[in-house]
């Protein structure tokens, strides 16, 4: 049976129903087309695609050219899966008339049904205005890795009393704003649950505890593929590295003795045509 992709006003109708929203990160079509074989409603094709696509030591350098690349494949991969696409950083923050023309550019030469930016009471306004362009946006708060150095690094956001009231007075802003959803990162998971009762538009937890509306993990970490570091919040489905590189191995290892390719993987020939060649 194939997979109804979800009109995005539903998703305030799931959050109602307390129907949890799944989202995965992808920025190739074969990822995004095993996703639309899964229970997943939504990909995000993230800016994190800089550090574990592209090898980057942050999200910071990629650019729209970068976003719009991998957005197109994942569009064409997952017809039925709602596509985001992530505004990278400088292509927002300017203006809200540069934050229009690049959510503009996304939605049209990408081809995604909406749009992530990071940042709360600072983007509200450019959030405004891409939702009067009519373009759908989903907010991000808490850990914002685009501008993590001004956080401290990547660590827990909220735990003391004036940063969580800031990015619980954030949330409200981002609704208000127009944003038809919020990623919550790496806050303390009573934080996650009290934005997730304080607002209409449904939250998605990463590091936010579980009473979130949805959740979303990057991929590469929750199938073992990116080595580098993997955050506490991140749990393990699968170790697809050491598969990978097993199956490296025993190919080498086949060549090298010459038991590959054999008959099987060969093609042949009649013999008195060979005969003529000699």
Do not use: W
């Not at 990547?154 to 940063?163: A, S, T």
């Amino acid at each position: 049976m194939t997979k109804q992709k979800v009109a995005i006003p539903s998703f305030k109708d799931m959050k109602k129903e307390g129907k949890k929203i799944r989202m995965v990160t992808a920025y190739d079509y074969h990822t995004a087309a095993l996703v639309d074989q899964a229970d997943i409603e939504m990909i995000l094709v993230g800016d994190s695609l800089a550090m574990v696509m592209l090898g980057y030591d942050s999200t910071v350098g990629v650019t729209m050219e970068d976003m719009i690349h991998h957005i197109k494949p994942v569009v064409k991969g997952a017809p039925n899966t709602i596509i985001i696409g992530d505004m990278p950083f400088g292509s927002y923050n300017v203006s809200c008339e540069q934050a229009v023309i690049n959510a503009t550019r996304l939605m049209k030469e990408g081809g995604c049904d909406c749009i992530k930016l990071e940042g709360g009471l600072a983007v509200a306004d450019k959030v405004e205005a891409i939702v009067k362009a009519g373009i759908p946006v989903i907010g991000h708060i808490g850990l914002t890795p685009q501008t993590s150095s001004q956080l401290g690094g990547f660590k827990v956001q909220g735990k003391n009393i004036e940063d969580a009231k800031r990015i619980v007075e954030e949330a409200k802003a981002l609704e208000k704003a127009g944003a038809f959803m919020v990623v919550i990162e790496c806050v303390p998971s009573a934080i996650g649950k009290l934005i997730s009762g304080s607002i209409g538009i449904p939250t998605i937890g990463i590091g936010a505890g579980p009473d979130c509306d949805g959740q979303v993990l990057v991929t590469h970490d929750m199938m073992g593929m990116y080595g580098k570091f993997t955050p506490k919040f991140v749990k393990k489905y699968a170790n697809l590295s050491e598969i990978i590189i097993n199956a490296f191995n025993q190919y080498s290892e086949e060549v090298q003795s010459g038991s590959f390719p054999d008959e099987k993987y060969s093609f042949g020939m009649k013999e008195e045509i060979l005969k003529k060649l000699y």
